[in-house]
């Protein structure tokens, strides 16, 4: 019978075989096949396998956002300074001459056309005209309303009561003439009998 063995001995593998003799009682007779380690050929590693690296997800940026355009505001202007007028004096004027009324006042003791007196306007140089103004309304009448000068107004008493009446230059020079109307009349008295 045909054993084959395999020994190692210090890097090198014996390879022999071992023949058994029959049973008549030979000793097993080992012949070495010597190889070297060189001569097995070595295994080849299985590749490793790798697990691919999962890809990093990139950032998306942020959208950058468009610059509002900053509106300047216009410039105000300034406002130039305003010249304040210097006020021109008024020259006073020179007195002139006066009016005068004749007479300077008047008084009426009854009413109507019978107690009308006149009024004589004048002033100095003047030859102009002469108007009047009164509040006189139902205590008496002026008129003319206007004269020249020289010529005398009319004034009629109406009723009791008093007003005024103003005469006029073209000049705006005046002077007034107060008015009163009062009536007088006869108070009879009854005599008793005794």
Do not use: W
């Not at 096949?33 to 070595?42: E, H, K, M, Q």
């Not at 299985?46 to 355009?69: E, K, Y």
């Not at 020179?94 to 004589?120: D, E, K, R, V």
Request: glycine content about 8%.
């Amino acid at each position: 019978m045909l054993t084959t063995h395999r020994i190692a001995v210090a890097g090198t593998i014996a390879i022999g075989a071992m023949t058994a003799c029959g049973s008549g009682g030979g000793g097993a007779t080992f012949a070495p096949a010597t190889l070297s380690a060189n001569s097995v050929p070595s295994a080849t590693p299985s590749p490793t396998a790798h697990p691919s690296a999962s890809p990093v997800p990139t950032a998306t940026p942020a959208s950058t956002p468009s610059p509002v355009a900053t509106i300047t505001p216009a410039a105000t202007p300034t406002p130039a300074a305003t010249a304040t007028p210097t006020p021109v004096a008024t020259a006073t004027p020179a007195p002139g001459p006066t009016i005068q009324a004749n007479p300077a006042a008047l008084a009426f003791t009854s009413t109507g056309p019978g107690a009308a007196q006149q009024l004589n306007v004048s002033e100095p140089g003047y030859i102009g005209t002469f108007s009047e103004s009164d509040s006189c309304d139902s205590v008496a009448t002026i008129s003319p309303f206007t004269a020249v000068a020289g010529t005398p107004f009319t004034v009629t008493p109406l009723a009791p009561g008093a007003c005024t009446i103003t005469m006029h230059d073209t000049a705006a020079r005046s002077v007034a003439v107060s008015v009163t109307v009062t009536s007088s009349g006869l108070v009879i008295q009854r005599k008793g009998r005794s």
